[in-house]
C-alpha cells in the first residue's frame, strides 16, 4: 500500500483550506454587500409607470411647484399622491386628446383611481414625517435627488437605516435655509459645514441623542 | 502478578488497582481499539440503539418544523413564565457538556493517567451535548429566522448587539466552548486518524482517514510541538469551561428575579455540571465498556474515580442549595424569603424535594466502596443524578419565575407535548451521534494508550 | 395618505391598507381606498377563520397562490385564527410542507412591488395622512355618551368622549370606546334576509309596502311595533306617525336590563314618570341603595369624573387642601359593583333587603314607616342616618337600576326630606321618548300575539326571544305572527324566528339623533356609509309609512329646522354636528311634589331567611347581552371577579362554603390564567341552567347572582356559546331576583375552567398598593413611605443619565380609582392590541398594555377566596392599574440581546418591535410584568374589516415579539412634531394618552415631569406619591398616589 | 553520489522499542548527522532532547492569539458602544466595562486556541498527506508498535551506503532506503 497519496495532494489539500477560509470571508462580505445593493433596495431603479409621467418635464421644464401636487409635504406625515383631479386641472385643456394621457382622462370618467407603482418604499415600521423635515429645513433632493432631471422616477437614496443615521447624526450637513428646501438644483455651499451649525441652532434642531432615538422613528 | 489472582476487594491493593489491565503491548491495545471501528461488524444491539436514536431524532424534526410554524405558543410558556423547558433542556445539556472537557483538560494537567481511556468519548460526548444545547438558544425565541441579529455584524442599520445581556455573553461563550472542544477532540484524534488510515484495508477508508489525519507521520519533530500546543488547549479549556457555566449562570444571577438573583450560582452552577457531566459519562462508559468488552482499558478503577468525583461536586451542589436558602434568609429580603418558603411548601414543592433526594440523599450512598465499585449501582446512580440536575435546573428556571414581585402577575407552568417532544428529540439526537461516533472513530485514545502502555509495562520493569 | 405611502400593518409584510366599502355601496363617500372590499371575499375568508377551509394535499397546496404567498411571508396567512390553538392533523401536514421552504426564505427576500392609490377627487379639508375628528353620540339606553371619532382617510378608528358632552365631559366608557370593534364585527348581518334567505332591500321595501296596504284597510289593527328604550326623537316622531296612520297599531317597548324601578318609582312618589338627574359634586355625603351609578345608567360617566372631582386631595397643590371637601360614600348593595368596591363604606345587604335598609332609613329620618334594622346593621344605618342628616341638602341618596319602585320612591321621599332637589339633584321630564312600564308593555304584547291579535310585528334591535322573561315563551308565540320583522345588526336568536330579518346599520354608519341622560341632544353622523346593505331602523319604518324611502338625513333635518326656526338654519346644523350637542335642548329642571308616604307602603316583600336570593344583574362586560360579539369586551377582565369570557354565578365565601363551592387552581396557567370552579345545576322557577359557581369576596350572604347577557345560541363567532344564559332562569315575576330553597343549587360534581386574568389578591405584605384614611392622611401626609425602602440616589454606582429635555411621566390617583376598565379598552383600540380567546387567556397570555390589579385588604389566612374566611366577608377592594412603569434603570433593558429595548432621552422606555426576536427575557426580568408577548399569531391578518379598524400610527406587531406600553409614544411624536414646526415647546395637557382621556375620573395624568408647573409634576411632589416597588431602585416614571378614604370616624370605631 | 540525492529522499532504520529509537537517534547525532528525523507511534520522552529540538514557538503564537482575540474584543464592544451608536441602555453607562468582561474572556481563549492549533499545524507543515517515508512498506507500523530513525539525503554527510551502514550498526533492522518521488 505505502503511498496513498500522489505528490500533487500536498499542494491541493493546503491550498483547499486555504481557500475555505476565504470563500466563507468572501460570501460574507458578499451578503453585506447584496444586502446594500440596489437589488435589495430598489435603488436606482426606474419603474413603468401607467402614465409615463416625467417629472423632468413637469419640475425641470415647466418649473411646477413640488407642493402644487404634493400638498401634504409641509403639513402632513406624507407629502401625498396628487388625485386625478390635479392633473385634470392643466390636462383638460392641454394635451386633452393625447393617447398617454388616456389613463387619466379615464380614471377621471370613470371614478377608478390610477394605480402608480410606489417608488419610495420605506419599511413598514419606519415612520418618517415629510413636514417636520420640510419645515426643519431639509430640501427635497436631499433624499430624492434631482427630481428635476428624472423622466421616470427612480429611488435616489438607499433608504436603510444607516443612511438615515448618517443625517441624523450630523444634521448639519443637510440643512438649507428654508427658502431653498424646495429648490431642486441646490448644492452644499463650501462653508455647509458652519452654515450648517448656524441654521442647526436657528431651526433648534434636536440633539443627536434625540435623534437617534429609536421612538423618534419607530413606534 | 496477574489479574486474577489479586483480590479485588481488599483496599489497599485496589487502590493501586491500574487504569489499563497489565500484559497489553503496542499493537494490542491498537488492534482492540481500532478493531471496533476497522473489522468488527455493527452488532444488532447497535442497530436497535440507532434506530431509537434516530427516531428521537426525527421525532425532534417535527417538533422543531412544527415550532417554526406556530410559534413558540406551542409550548406552556406564558406570562410570567417566559422561560421553561427550552431553557431548562439547554442549561442541562451544556451542564453535561462540561464533563468532557473536564476530563480531557484539568485532568491531564493534573497528569492523571487514568483519564487516558476515557478522555476520548468524553470530549465526543461534550461535543454532542454541547449540539443538543445549541439547539434550544436559537428555537426558543420568538423570531429564530432573526436570530442573527445577535451576532456582531455590519447590519445595514448601524447597530450592534446589546453587550450587557447576559445572552450575548451565551453566544460567544457557547460558540467558542464548542470551537475549542471541537480543536481539542480533533488535535487528539489526529495521531489515531493516522493509525486507521494505515491499518485501514479499504482504499475509500484509507483516502477518508488520510485526510482526516492530515499526512501525520509520527515525526518527531511534530509530536514536539504537538504535544505543547495540546498542553496548552488543555491549559486554555480549563478556564473555559469554568467560565462558561458561570457565563450561563449569569443569565439568571444577574437579572433580578428573585431566586436567579444570587452570587452564588456561578460556582454551584459549575459544581453541578460536573456533576452532571460525570453522571452522565458513567451512564455512556458503563454500557460502553460492557458491549465492546473495553474492561481492560476502562476498569473498575475509571468508573470508581469518576464515583467519587460525582460524590464530591454532589457535596458542593448540596452546600450551593443550602446556601441559597441561608443567603435568603440571613438577607432577609421578603422576596427571596418567601419564594425559598415556596420551594419547600408552594404548589412545586415536590419537585424541589424529588431533586434533593435525587442530588443530594442517593448520592450519599457513594460513600460505601461497595456500592462505588458496583457497575449496576454506579449506572443507575448516573441516570438519577441526571434527573436530579434536570429537575434542579426546572426548580430554579421555571419556579422562580411563578412567584416573583407582583402577586396579581402570579402564575404556573406546565409543559405542552410539543416541550417534551422536542426534550425527547434531542436525546435522540445525543444517541444518534454517539453510536454513530463509535461506529467510525476510535473511542479510546490509542496513541495515549500506548503511552500508558509504557509506562505500565515500565512499572512492572 | 399615511397608509399608501407606508404600510403600518405588519412588521415584515405590507398588508392591505384602508380599504373602505363606502365605494362599494356607491353612496357620495370622501374615503379613500387602495383595493376594493369584495363582499363575497370577505364572507369566503371569514368562513376559512373558523379553520374549516384546508387544502386537501401539499400538490393542491404547492398549486395554491397563497402558498407561494406564505413562502414568501414568515408566515402562512390562512392558517386558522389562532383564538382556537388546536392541532389539527390536516392543519399540521399542510404546513409542514411549507415548513421547508422557511428555513430559506424567512427574514430576507425582497419587498414585493406595491401600489399607490391616490383619490380620483380629493374631499376638500382633508390632508393625506392626518386623522380627522367627528362628534357624534353612542345611544344607550336612556341615555347617549357623546363621543369623538378619530377617522383616518374616511375609517374611523377610535372613539374617544366628546368634552362637550354632557354625559361624556371628555371621558368615556368601556362600551362607547368598544362599539367601534362592533362596527367593524365580521360577523353582522350583511343584507336583509327572508326565512334567511338573502333578499334585496328593494324586495323588502315591496313586501313592506303589502303590509302597509293591508294594515292601512283594518287602519291599524294587529299592526305592531317593539323597540327598547328609545330616546330619539326622530325615530319617536316617526313611530308615532305612524301610529296616527294606523291607529289601532300600537308601540311596545322592552329593555331588559334596566328595570322599571325607577320610572314607577317616580310615579310612585310623584305621580308621573319624571328623570332623575344628580350633582355629586355637590354632595358631601352619598348613599348608594344598590345602585352602581359610577359604572353603569343614565350619566354614569359623568357622575364619575363629577363624584371624583370631589376625592382629589390637594391635587395639583394649588391650595394645600389637604382632601378637606372630600365627600363620602356609603353603598349598601347585595353584591360588590364597581361603586362599592370603591365606597368609604359598603354594607352587604341581600337585595330584598336593600328596601327594608330604605324603609327603616326613611323611618329614623321621621317619614313615617317604623321598620327597623337589627343589630350591628341598624348601627351602621344609624350613623349614616346622622351623617345624612348633618348635611341636609350637601347628602345624596342614589337607588340603583334593578331595585323596586318602593326604593325609588323611598329615595325621592328620602332626597326630599333632606333638602337635597334642587341642590344635589333635580328632575326633569322624562328624557325617554315614552316611557312606559316595560314589563306590563311586553305582557301585553304577548297576551295579544298569544290571542292572536297580531299580524305584524316590527322588532327594532330588541333579541326578544333571547331576553324575554321565559314564562312567556316569546319563542312558541313569534311563531304565530304572519308578518314578523327583526331589525337588528347581527342575525342573531330571534331573527331566526322572524319571517324577514334586516340587517341594521351601526350608529357610525348612520345619521339619526339622541338624547342624554340629562335631555340634552345630540346629532349622531355617519363617520362611513355602510360597509354593508344595511338599514336603519328608521328606514325600516319608513317603508312601513306612507313616504317611504325617505333618507334619515332629511328627516332629521326637517325635525331640527321644524324645532329651530331659527336664522340661519346651516350655521346652526353645523354647529350642532360640530359640537356634538344640540344648543339648548338640556331639559329644564322641573318642580315636582311629592304625593307619597312611606308609612302607606304595603310590608315589603323579603327573601325568607333559610331561603337563597337569586338576583339577576347585567353583565360589567357584554351588558345584557348586545356586546357578546366584541372580542374586546370578552376578554375585558371584569372589574371585581378579573374573569373574562364567562359569567359565573357569584357566591358569597360563607354562602359557597355552606353550599360546599370551590375553586382550585390549573396548573397550565395557574392564577394568572386557569382557575377551575364548581358547576352547578340551578333549577329556579321551574326552569335549569348549569352555571359555573365564582365565589366572590364581599357579595352578601345567601345571594346568588347571575349576570346577565352570557349563553348566546347566536352571536356570531366570538359570542356563541360562551358562559351560561341566565335569562333562561328569569320570570316575570321574579324579574330582579327570586327566592328559592338551597337545594335549588345543586353542585354536579363537574369542574369548568375559568379565564381570570387575577386570582391572587393578597398584597403578600408588599408595598404594591399604599392605601390609608384621610384621618391618617391629614396626621401623617407621607403616611405612603413608611417603611420605605427606597434607595437614596447617592448610592449608585453609576453617573447618572442626565434627562435635560422633556421627562415624560405618569401619575397614577389610586383614590380616584374604581377599575371601570375604561382606560383598558382605550390602551386596546389605541394601540392596535389583538384579542387572543379564552383559551390563551387561560394560559396567561392576554395583551393588554395596561391591567388593572384588584387587591383585597383582607388579612386573609389562606389566599384562596374558596376557603372561607371572615376577613373576606366584606373586604376594603383597591384597584391599581399597571400599565409600564417606563423605568429610568429598565431592569429589561439591560437584558435585551439585541437593544429591542432601550431608553429614549427623554426617559420613555422604547420598545422596537422590529428588532426584538423574542428571547422574553425582558419579561422575565420586569418586576411589573408589564410586557406582552406574541406566543402565537394573535393578530388577525385575514379580515379585511379589522385592517380597516387599525389605528395606522401604531405598528401592529407580529408572531413572537414583546410589545408593551409606551405612553403613547405615537402621540407624543405627532404633538411634538406639530411643536417644532412653530418653534415651540409642548404645552402641559397637549399630549393625552389613550388611558389618560378616557379615564372618567381623571386618575391618569400624563406629561412632562421637568416642568415643575405641570400637573403630574405638581401630583409627583405629593407626598402621597410613592413609586411601585420602590426598593427595587427601578425608579418607574410612573407614580402612584396612595389611595386615601374618607371612613366615618364613628363607624370606624364599631 | 549528487546524483543519488535528486531520486532518494534519506536511509530510514526500524527499532523495536523507544529506548533503542532514543539510543539511536543520539548516537546519529553524535556521529554528525543533522538532518535526521525519528518516528514513534506516541510521544516519546527524551526523543526531542535526543533530537536536540529547540523549544518550539507554539506558545507564543498561542500567547499573540490570545492577545488579539482579547483586545479586539473588548475594543469592539468599546467602539460600538461609545463611538458606533450610543444607547441609554437601563441607565447603564456607555461603557460599561464589567459587562464586557465575559466577551472579552471569550474571545481570548478563543483566540488563543485557534492560534495554538492553526499554529502548530502549520509549523508541522501539515496538511501533507503525500510524504517520503510513507513510500518505505514497514512504516504503516510507525502508527502502531514501531520506531524508525530516518537520515535524510539533504544532511551534507549523508552518504547512501555508508549511512546505511551507520544505521545497521544501531542494530536497527530493515534499513531501507527511501525514494523521493
Known amino acids: ?219 | ?461 | ?1054 | 553520489m549528487n546524483e543519488h540525492r535528486s531520486h532518494i529522499y534519506g536511509v530510514m532504520g526500524e527499532f523495536e522499542t523507544a529506548k533503542q529509537l532514543i539510543r539511536a537517534t543520539e548516537k546519529t547525532r553524535e556521529a554528525g548527522y543533522r538532518r535526521i528525523d525519528a518516528y514513534a507511534p506516541f510521544p516519546v520522552e527524551g526523543l526531542s532532547e535526543a533530537l536536540g529540538l529547540r523549544r518550539s514557538w507554539v506558545p507564543f503564537v498561542t500567547l499573540v492569539g490570545g492577545l488579539l482575540g482579547g483586545l479586539s474584543g473588548f475594543a469592539f464592544q468599546y467602539w460600538a458602544n461609545v463611538y458606533s451608536y450610543p444607547m441609554n441602555i437601563g441607565g447603564r453607562p456607555l461603557n460599561s466595562w464589567p459587562a464586557f468582561i465575559p466577551v472579552t474572556f471569550e474571545l481570548t481563549i478563543l483566540g488563543a486556541s485557534t492560534f495554538a492549533v492553526f499554529g502548530m499545524l502549520a509549523m508541522n507543515k501539515l496538511p501533507q498527506p503525500h510524504h517520503p517515508v510513507f513510500n518505505v512498506p514497514r512504516f504503516t507500523h510507525a502508527s502502531t508498535d514501531r520506531f524508525f530513525l530516518c537520515i535524510e539525503a539533504r544532511d551534507p554527510k549523508f552518504h547512501l551506503a555508508d549511512t546505511a551502514r551507520f544505521l545497521q550498526g544501531l542494530q536497527a533492522h530493515h534499513v531501507t532506503e527511501v525514494s523521493d518521488d
Open chain 1, 1 to 219: 500500500m505505502a503511498q496513498i497519496f500522489h505528490h500533487s495532494t500536498n499542494f491541493i489539500s493546503r491550498f483547499s483550506v486555504f481557500s475555505a477560509i476565504f470563500l466563507v470571508n468572501l460570501a460574507l462580505i458578499g451578503l453585506l454587500t447584496v444586502a446594500r445593493s440596489p437589488y435589495m433596495t430598489n435603488q436606482n431603479v426606474t419603474r413603468e409607470q401607467p402614465v409615463q409621467f416625467s417629472h423632468k418635464h413637469h419640475v425641470g421644464d415647466d418649473g411646477i411647484d413640488c407642493r402644487y401636487c404634493h400638498t401634504g409635504v409641509e403639513t402632513s406625515a406624507v407629502a401625498g399622491i396628487p388625485p386625478t383631479k390635479t392633473c385634470m386641472n392643466c390636462h383638460s385643456v392641454l394635451y386633452n386628446n393625447a393617447s398617454y394621457l388616456e389613463p387619466i382622462r379615464e380614471s377621471y370618467r370613470t371614478d377608478e383611481s390610477i394605480q402608480w407603482v410606489k417608488v419610495h418604499r420605506l419599511g413598514d415600521f419606519v415612520y418618517f414625517n415629510h413636514s417636520i423635515h420640510v419645515n426643519k429645513g431639509v430640501g427635497c433632493s436631499s433624499c430624492h435627488g434631482k427630481i428635476n432631471q428624472m423622466p421616470l422616477v427612480f429611488q435616489a437614496s438607499s433608504l436603510q437605516m444607516e443612511w438615515c443615521l448618517s443625517c441624523h447624526r450630523n444634521p448639519e450637513q443637510a440643512l438649507r435655509p428654508r427658502d431653498q428646501v424646495f429648490n431642486m438644483d441646490w448644492t452644499a455651499p463650501a462653508n455647509q459645514a458652519e452654515i450648517g451649525e448656524k441654521l442647526k441652532t436657528e431651526y433648534k434642531i434636536r440633539t443627536t441623542d434625540e435623534l437617534t432615538n429609536c421612538s423618534t422613528c419607530h413606534r
Open chain 3, 1 to 1054: 395618505m399615511r397608509d399608501h405611502e407606508h404600510q403600518r400593518e405588519h412588521l415584515h409584510e405590507p398588508t392591505a391598507p384602508a380599504a373602505n366599502a363606502q365605494q362599494e355601496e356607491g353612496t357620495e363617500d370622501l374615503a379613500f381606498r387602495e383595493r376594493p372590499l369584495d363582499l363575497a371575499a370577505v364572507r369566503a375568508k371569514l368562513q376559512s377563520k373558523t379553520g374549516k377551509q384546508y387544502w386537501r394535499s401539499l400538490e393542491e397546496l404547492a398549486g395554491d397562490p397563497q402558498f407561494e404567498e406564505l413562502l414568501h411571508r414568515e408566515f402562512p396567512r390562512q392558517a386558522p385564527s389562532e383564538w382556537d390553538d388546536s392541532v389539527d392533523r390536516r392543519d399540521f401536514l399542510k404546513l409542514m410542507g411549507a415548513s421547508l421552504a422557511f428555513a430559506g426564505l424567512s427574514g430576507c427576500g425582497r419587498q414585493p412591488e406595491e401600489h399607490i392609490v391616490p383619490y380620483v377627487k380629493q374631499p376638500e379639508g382633508m390632508i393625506l395622512g392626518k386623522p380627522l375628528f367627528y362628534a357624534t353620540a353612542m345611544p344607550f339606553g336612556a341615555d347617549s355618551i357623546g363621543v369623538l371619532v378619530e377617522s383616518h382617510e374616511g375609517r374611523p378608528t377610535k372613539i374617544e368622549g366628546n368634552p362637550e358632552h354632557p354625559s361624556s365631559l371628555g371621558a368615556a366608557n368601556a362600551f362607547a370606546q368598544a362599539s367601534i370593534l362592533d362596527l367593524y364585527d365580521p360577523d353582522r348581518a350583511q343584507t336583509p334576509t327572508k326565512f334567511g334567505e338573502i333578499e334585496t332591500w328593494s324586495a323588502f321595501l315591496s313586501s313592506a309596502q303589502a303590509i302597509a296596504t293591508e294594515t292601512k284597510g283594518v287602519n291599524g289593527a294587529g299592526f305592531r311595533i317593539l323597540t327598547g328604550i328609545i330616546t330619539s326623537p326622530t325615530l319617536a316622531a316617526q313611530i308615532q306617525s305612524l301610529l296616527s296612520l294606523y291607529p289601532q297599531a300600537k308601540w311596545h317597548q322592552w329593555e331588559p336590563a334596566v328595570g322599571d324601578g325607577p320610572r314607577e318609582g317616580a310615579k310612585l312618589a310623584f305621580g308621573n314618570y319624571v328623570n332623575t338627574v344628580y350633582r355629586p359634586e355637590k354632595a358631601e355625603v352619598i348613599l348608594s341603595l344598590d345602585s352602581d351609578f359610577l359604572a353603569s345608567g343614565p350619566g354614569h360617566v359623568r357622575y364619575m369624573k363629577k363624584f371624583y372631582s370631589r376625592r382629589k386631595l390637594d391635587q395639583y397643590a394649588e391650595v394645600d387642601r389637604m382632601g378637606g371637601e372630600m365627600n363620602r360614600l356609603y353603598v349598601v348593595e347585595p353584591t360588590p359593583s364597581v361603586t362599592g368596591a370603591s365606597a368609604d363604606h359598603r354594607l352587604p345587604l341581600r337585595a330584598s333587603e336593600v328596601e327594608l335598609f330604605a324603609r327603616a332609613l326613611a323611618g329614623k329620618l321621621g317619614l313615617g314607616g317604623l321598620a327597623v334594622l337589627p343589630g350591628k346593621n341598624g348601627e351602621w344605618l344609624a350613623t349614616v342616618a346622622r351623617d345624612l342628616q348633618k348635611h341636609k341638602g350637601a347628602s345624596l341618596v342614589v337607588a340603583g337600576e334593578q331595585q323596586p319602585a318602593e326604593v325609588h320612591a323611598l329615595a325621592h321621599a328620602i332626597n326630599a326630606a333632606l333638602g337635597n332637589v334642587g341642590t344635589t339633584l333635580y328632575y326633569t321630564e322624562p328624557v325617554e321618548a315614552h316611557p312606559v312600564n316595560h314589563l306590563e308593555s311586553l305582557a301585553e304584547l304577548c297576551a295579544d300575539m298569544d290571542a292572536g291579535k297580531v299580524q305584524t310585528l316590527v322588532i327594532l334591535g330588541v333579541n326578544a326571544i333571547y331576553t324575554a322573561p321565559h314564562n312567556f315563551d316569546f319563542t312558541s308565540k313569534l311563531k304565530k305572527i304572519r308578518n314578523s320583522i327583526h331589525v337588528s345588526s347581527r342575525y342573531e336568536e330571534t331573527s331566526e324566528y322572524c319571517q324577514w330579518h334586516v340587517a341594521e346599520s351601526h350608529y357610525l354608519e348612520t345619521w339619526g339623533d339622541a338624547r342624554a341622560f340629562d335631555g340634552t341632544l345630540s346629532v349622531i353622523q355617519p363617520l362611513i356609509a355602510p360597509l354593508y346593505r344595511t338599514h336603519s331602523a328608521r328606514e325600516v319604518l319608513a317603508a312601513f309609512s306612507d313616504k317611504p324611502g325617505i333618507s334619515d338625513y332629511e328627516v332629521l333635518r326637517d325635525r331640527l329646522k321644524a324645532a329651530n326656526p331659527s336664522a340661519d338654519f346651516e350655521k346652526f346644523w353645523r354647529k350642532s354636528l360640530n359640537d356634538g350637542v344640540v344648543a339648548g335642548t338640556t331639559s329644564a329642571a322641573i318642580s315636582v311634589a311629592l304625593k307619597f308616604n312611606p308609612a302607606s307602603l304595603p310590608a315589603a316583600k323579603v327573601t325568607p331567611a333559610g331561603q337563597i336570593e337569586f338576583i339577576f344583574r347585567p353583565d360589567p362586560c357584554v351588558y345584557d347581552g348586545r356586546f357578546a360579539n366584541n372580542g374586546w369586551l370578552q376578554e375585558l377582565p371584569k372589574p371585581l371577579t378579573k374573569l373574562t369570557w364567562d359569567n359565573a354565578a357569584l357566591v358569597s365565601p360563607k354562602t359557597a362554603e355552606t353550599l360546599g363551592l370551590t375553586h382550585s387552581v390549573a396548573s397550565r396557567g395557574g392564577e394568572h390564567g386557569q382557575i377551575l370552579s364548581n358547576v352547578v345545576d340551578i333549577s329556579l322557577s321551574n326552569s335549569k341552567v348549569t352555571a359555573a359557581a365564582w365565589i366572590l369576596p364581599g357579595q352578601a350572604d345567601g345571594v346568588i347572582v347571575l349576570p346577565l347577557g352570557y349563553g348566546r345560541k347566536k352571536a356570531g363567532y366570538t359570542g356563541t356559546n360562551k358562559g351560561f344564559n341566565a335569562y333562561v332562569v328569569r320570570t316575570s315575576d321574579a324579574l330582579w331576583s327570586a327566592s328559592a330553597p338551597k337545594n335549588a343549587i345543586k353542585k354536579t360534581g363537574e369542574e369548568y375552567p375559568l379565564a381570570c386574568t387575577q386570582y391572587h389578591f393578597n398584597m403578600e405584605g408588599r408595598k404594591i398598593l399604599a392605601t390609608g384614611t384621610l384621618e391618617e392622611y391629614q396626621k401623617n401626609p407621607a403616611f405612603a413611605h413608611e417603611g420605605d425602602e427606597q434607595p437614596p440616589k447617592e448610592l449608585s454606582l453609576y453617573k447618572e443619565f442626565a434627562y435635560p429635555g422633556y421627562a415624560w411621566a405618569m401619575a397614577i390617583d389610586l383614590t380616584s380609582c374604581n377599575g371601570c376598565n375604561a382606560c383598558v379598552v382605550a390602551c386596546q383600540s389605541e394601540n392596535n392590541i389583538p384579542v387572543v380567546g379564552k383559551d390563551q387567556v387561560m394560559r396567561g397570555r392576554e395583551m393588554h398594555w395596561i391591567r388593572i390589579d384588584r387587591y383585597y385588604k383582607a388579612e386573609s389566612a389562606t389566599n384562596d377566596p374558596s376557603s372561607y374566611d371572615a376577613s373576606l366577608e366584606n373586604p376594603e377592594t383597591f384597584f391599581q392599574p399597571v400599565p409600564c412603569q417606563q423605568c429610568e434603570n429598565a431592569p429589561c433593558e439591560q437584558v435585551c440581546p439585541v437593544g429591542a429595548t432601550v431608553h429614549s432621552a427623554e426617559g420613555l422606555n422604547d420598545m422596537v418591535y422590529n428588532r426584538c426576536i423574542g428571547t422574553r427575557y425582558c419579561s422575565n426580568n420586569c418586576p411589573y410584568k408589564v410586557r406582552r408577548f406574541n406566543f402565537l399569531r394573535f393578530q388577525d391578518w385575514e379580515t379585511p374589516q379589522y385592517k380597516l379598524l387599525r389605528n395606522p400610527e401604531v405598528t401592529v406587531r407580529s408572531r413572537g415579539v414583546m410589545e408593551k406600553c409606551t405612553y403613547c409614544v405615537q402621540r407624543i411624536n405627532n404633538v411634538r412634531i406639530e411643536a417644532e414646526k412653530q418653534n415651540r415647546p409642548i404645552r402641559d395637557g397637549e399630549i393625552v394618552t389613550a388611558c389618560e382621556s378616557a379615564c372618567p375620573s381623571e386618575a391618569i395624568v400624563f406629561g412632562n415631569a421637568n416642568d415643575p408647573n405641570s400637573r403630574v409634576a405638581k401630583l409627583k411632589a405629593q407626598q402621597r406619591n410613592y413609586s411601585l416597588l420602590g426598593e427595587l431602585n427601578a425608579r418607574p416614571r410612573t407614580t402612584y398616589l396612595a389611595a386615601v378614604r374618607n371612613p366615618n370616624p364613628e363607624l370606624e370605631k364599631a
Open chain 2, 1 to 461: 502478578m496477574s489479574a486474577e489472582q489479586r483480590p479485588r476487594d481488599s483496599p489497599q491493593i485496589r487502590r493501586l488497582a491500574p487504569v489499563i489491565e497489565p500484559g497489553h503491548t503496542y499493537a494490542s491495545v491498537t488492534d482492540k481499539i481500532s478493531a471496533i471501528v476497522l473489522t468488527r461488524p455493527a452488532s444488532l444491539g447497535w442497530y436497535a440503539g440507532f434506530a431509537i436514536g434516530f427516531s428521537l431524532l426525527g421525532v425532534l424534526t417535527i417538533s422543531l418544523a412544527w415550532l417554526i410554524i406556530k410559534g413558540v405558543g406551542i409550548w406552556g410558556i406564558n406570562a410570567p413564565i417566559g422561560w421553561g423547558f427550552a431553557i431548562v433542556n439547554f442549561v442541562w445539556w451544556i451542564g453535561i457538556g462540561h464533563a468532557g472537557t473536564l476530563i480531557s483538560a484539568i485532568l491531564f494537567l493534573l497528569n492523571q493517567k487514568w483519564r487516558t481511556s476515557i478522555n476520548r468519548f468524553a470530549e465526543a460526548m461534550t461535543l454532542f451535548a454541547v449540539a443538543c444545547a445549541g439547539v434550544f438558544p436559537l428555537i426558543h425565541t420568538g423570531r429564530p429566522w432573526m436570530a442573527f441579529y445577535m451576532f456582531p455584524y455590519p447590519s445595514t442599520m448601524g447597530i450592534w448587539p446589546q453587550f450587557r445581556s447576559p445572552l450575548i455573553w451565551d453566544v460567544f461563550a457557547v460558540s467558542t466552548y464548542g470551537t475549542v472542544s471541537l480543536l481539542f477532540w480533533y488535535v487528539g484524534l489526529i495521531p489515531d486518524l493516522a493509525t486507521l488510515r494505515d491499518r485501514a484495508t479499504s482504499k475509500p477508508r484509507q483516502i477518508i482517514y488520510g485526510m482526516l489525519s492530515m499526512g501525520w507521520r509520527g515525526s518527531a519533530r511534530h509530536w514536539h510541538r504537538y504535544q505543547s500546543a495540546y498542553l496548552l488547549l488543555a491549559g486554555l479549556a480549563t478556564p473555559l469551561v469554568l467560565s462558561v457555566h458561570s457565563v450561563i449562570s449569569f443569565d439568571f444571577s444577574v437579572s433580578i428575579v428573585p431566586g436567579w438573583h444570587t452570587t452564588i450560582f456561578p460556582p454551584y452552577f459549575v459544581a453541578g455540571a460536573i456533576y452532571s457531566g460525570f453522571a452522565m459519562v458513567l451512564t455512556i462508559a458503563i454500557p460502553l465498556r460492557k458491549f465492546y468488552d473495553l474492561e481492560e482499558f476502562i476498569t473498575m478503577r475509571h468508573l470508581e474515580n469518576m464515583a467519587q468525583v460525582m460524590l464530591a461536586t454532589g457535596l458542593i451542589v448540596a452546600y450551593g442549595y443550602f446556601f441559597e436558602f441561608f443567603m435568603a434568609l440571613y438577607s432577609n429580603n421578603k422576596f427571596d424569603v418567601f419564594l425559598v418558603q415556596q420551594r419547600l411548601h408552594g404548589p412545586y414543592a415536590p419537585y424541589y424535594f424529588a431533586l434533593i433526594l435525587c442530588n443530594i440523599l442517593t448520592p450519599q450512598l457513594l460513600w460505601f466502596q461497595k456500592m462505588r465499585t458496583n457497575v449496576a449501582v454506579l449506572f443507575v446512580m448516573s441516570i438519577v443524578v441526571n434527573v436530579g440536575m434536570w429537575l434542579e435546573r426546572f426548580v430554579i428556571v421555571v419556579i422562580s419565575l411563578t412567584r416573583d414581585f407582583v402577586p396579581s402577575a402570579w402564575g404556573r407552568y406546565s409543559p405542552t407535548f410539543w416541550d417534551w417532544s422536542t426534550f425527547l428529540g434531542t436525546i435522540g439526537l445525543f444517541i444518534t451521534l454517539i453510536f454513530l461516533f463509535v461506529r467510525v472513530l476510535p473511542a479510546i485514545s490509542i496513541a495515549e494508550m500506548r503511552e500508558l502502555v509504557t509506562h505500565t509495562s515500565e512499572e512492572h520493569e
